[in-house]
């Protein structure tokens, strides 16, 4: 089960950390990633980790704003979001991928097996 959080109403140039908080054994190795969707738009890839050995891989559209990072011990993702735009309004959901593919392939989120429900960021002055 992946349960997201920390989404909010925030400014432009503020920042927000999301929580994917992941239970069960069957996550226990799973890759892991972060995708959006605005309203009217289809989904799209933000950030993927490997839950072993932490490599990370980023949208061009968040590299240098955006940090996934994950903490094996309390079975969470996170992801930082810096210098927040209107752009970056959207739903945000977890994901799980359950056996190993090639980094860029976790860009695509018909590689993943679990969703999480989606928490809401909305960026606006």
């Known amino acids: 089960q992946l349960q997201a959080s920390g989404g909010g109403l925030v400014q432009p140039g503020s920042s927000l950390r999301l929580s994917c908080a992941v239970s069960?054994?069957?996550?226990?190795?799973?890759?892991m990633g972060w995708f959006r969707q605005a309203p009217g738009k289809e989904r799209e890839f933000v950030a993927a980790?490997?839950?072993?050995?932490?490599?990370?891989y980023y949208a061009d559209s968040v590299k240098g704003r955006f940090t996934i990072s994950r903490d094996r011990a309390k079975n969470t993702v996170h992801l930082q979001m810096n210098n927040l735009q209107p752009k970056d309004t959207a739903v945000y959901y977890c994901?799980?991928?359950?056996?190993?593919?090639?980094?860029?392939?976790?860009?695509?989120?018909?590689?993943?097996?679990?969703w999480g429900q989606g928490t809401q960021v909305t960026v606006s002055s």
């Open positions: 994901a799980a991928r359950m056996g190993r593919i090639v980094m860029s392939a976790l860009g695509m989120d018909e590689y993943y097996d679990y």
């Open positions: 980790i490997r839950w072993s050995g932490g490599d990370t």
């Open positions: 069960g054994r069957t996550f226990s190795s799973a890759d």
